[in-house]
T-cell receptor
Framework: DIQMTQSPSSLSASVGDRLTITCRAS??????LGWYQQKPGKAPKRLIY???SLQSGVPSRFSGSGSGTEFTLTISSLQPEDFATYYC?????????FGQGTKVEIK | QLQLQESGPGLVKPSETLSLTCTVS??????????WDWIRQPPGKGLEWIGT???????FYNPSLKSRVNIFVDTSKNQFSLRLSSVTAADTAVYYC?????????????WGQGTTITVSS
């Protein structure tokens, strides 16, 4: 199985901050990775696919990068609606695996 | 646009079999462009992929659940279903269904709202 190690597990930030969340794969997954945002009581929402492509309708302050084993999600200027939990997901090989999640809280 | 809706019993007794159905609307489950996935999330925890099915019936499962899980598709009803046997309290979770692109580059783009399953006597 491919393990996805996501960091940090939580962070406190202020509106306007720049954030970076990292996922590391235990083996190469090309760019077969997505980033998802989940708010309490809601289903995950895809932000980024193919590691760096912005999902239609998602604000441009979200961006993704990486390939192989190292991936990052960046929020350039945190907005109040961005406080949520973020997950990476590798869909390169079975079983599909998620990162452990990063909870972004208000400082 | 495509929508997914999970349905299930809400409460299941320990040792029994959980059955859930995901109904696809606004598109065909028989598309060769997509897989159909089940994912779950225990209370306060992260996401776990359960398994997937293609419209032909080809399926893949998480090894951690493989001995207890079966996913099948009913193309006539535009539905796919999950059966999980011998449930315990550890199977209490929100269960989601999702659509995933056949190309591994793209992942899951549409999710159902989720259904809460509690395992308790």
């Amino acid at each position: 199985d491919i393990q996805m190690t996501q960091s940090p597990s939580s962070l406190s930030a202020s509106v306007g901050d720049r954030l970076t969340i990292t996922c590391r794969a235990s083996q190469g997954i090309r760019n077969d990775l997505g980033w998802y945002q989940q708010k309490p009581g809601k289903a995950p929402k895809r932000l980024i696919y193919a590691a760096s492509s912005l999902q239609s309708g998602v604000p441009s302050r979200f961006s993704g990068s990486g390939s192989g084993t190292e991936f990052t999600l960046t929020i350039s200027s945190l907005q109040p609606e961005d406080f949520a939990t973020y997950y990476c997901l590798q869909h390169n090989s079975y079983p599909l695996t998620f990162g452990q999640g990063t909870k972004v809280e208000i400082k | 646009q495509l929508q997914l809706q999970e349905s299930g019993p809400g409460l299941v007794k320990p040792s029994e079999t959980l059955s859930l159905t995901c109904t696809v609307s606004g598109g065909s489950i028989s598309s060769s462009s997509y897989y159909w996935d089940w994912i779950r999330q225990p209370p306060g925890k992260g996401l776990e992929w359960i398994g997937t099915i293609f419209y032909t019936g080809r399926d893949f499962y998480n090894p951690s659940l493989k001995s207890r899980v079966n996913i099948f598709v009913d193309t006539s009803k535009n539905q796919f279903s999950l059966r999980l046997s011998s449930v315990t309290a550890a199977d209490t979770a929100v269960y989601y269904c999702a659509r995933r692109d056949y190309d591994p580059n793209y992942g899951m783009d549409v999710w159902g709202q989720g259904t809460t399953i509690t395992v308790s006597s």
